[in-house]
Nanobody, 125 residues
Framework: DVQLQASGGGLVQPGGSLRLSCVAS????????LGWFRQAPGKEREGVSC????????FYADFVKGRFTISRDNAKNTVYLQMNSLKAEDTAVYYC??????????????????WGQGTLVTVSS
């Protein structure tokens, strides 16, 4: 059974940083792309970032590019999201997700993916 456990969220000041982690189990981690999504209160879920199976390719939404960095450690079955220069509009529950070897599919068909519980990031002064 697929398990995705995100952690690392919390309350930070605008301009601050957080590193999210997601530990996965129940599937062959290195065979799947991993994505990060977020959902703010009252808003639709949106894709944030995705990383290819071997970590060689990364993809970012325009609203986080240059501020966030995704990485993975296949030996630890873990994907990370380093978030810098945080803004109030980054406030959301952040979820890690998978379901395909390809980021285009993870982002394009999230309704068919596997999801974790998410971790809450609050950016506020």
């Amino acid at each position: 059974d697929v398990q995705l456990q995100a952690s690392g969220g919390g309350l930070v000041q605008p301009g601050g940083s957080l590193r999210l982690s997601c530990v996965a189990s129940g599937f062959t981690f290195g065979d799947y792309a991993l994505g990060w999504f977020r959902q703010a209160p009252g808003k639709e879920r949106e894709g944030v970032s995705c990383i290819s199976t071997d970590g060689g390719n990364t993809f970012y939404a325009d609203f986080v590019k240059g501020r966030f960095t995704i990485s993975r450690d296949n030996a630890k079955n873990t994907v990370y999201l380093q978030m810098n220069s945080l803004k109030a509009e980054d406030t959301a529950v952040y979820y890690c997700a998978t379901g395909s070897p390809y980021c285009t599919v993870v982002f394009g068909y999230p309704e068919f993916g596997s999801w974790g519980q998410g971790t809450l990031v609050t950016v506020s002064s």
